[in-house]
């Protein structure tokens, strides 16, 4: 579907799901911002096996290499590098 051609509705979708994670970010952010220098928050196990499991499921399923290919894959680069950025200024 082209983007011009996205419901009408699709842009709210987006805006909730980026205020309920960065509501869940600073959440995150408070609960373990204590005494403790070694405090890590439950959720850095998370980060390193949920994308693991997304990857093994879809290789499993024979469908990671028909994702992967892209018309422009420097538009996806890009978009990956501004993701990258704005998480790792986020815990800063």
Do not use: E, Y
Request: contains cysteine.
């Amino acid at each position: 579907m082209h983007p011009a051609a996205a419901p009408p509705w699709a842009s709210s979708m987006k805006c909730a799901s980026v205020t309920v994670f960065t509501v869940l970010a600073t959440l995150v952010k408070a609960a373990f911002n204590g005494p403790c220098d070694r405090c890590r928050p439950a959720g850095v196990l998370q980060v390193v096996l949920c994308p693991s499991a997304i990857v093994a499921r879809l290789m499993w399923r024979r469908k990671l290499d028909p994702g992967l290919q892209d018309r422009r894959p420097r538009v996806q680069l890009g978009r990956g590098l501004v993701g990258t950025l704005s998480i790792g200024l986020n815990f800063l």
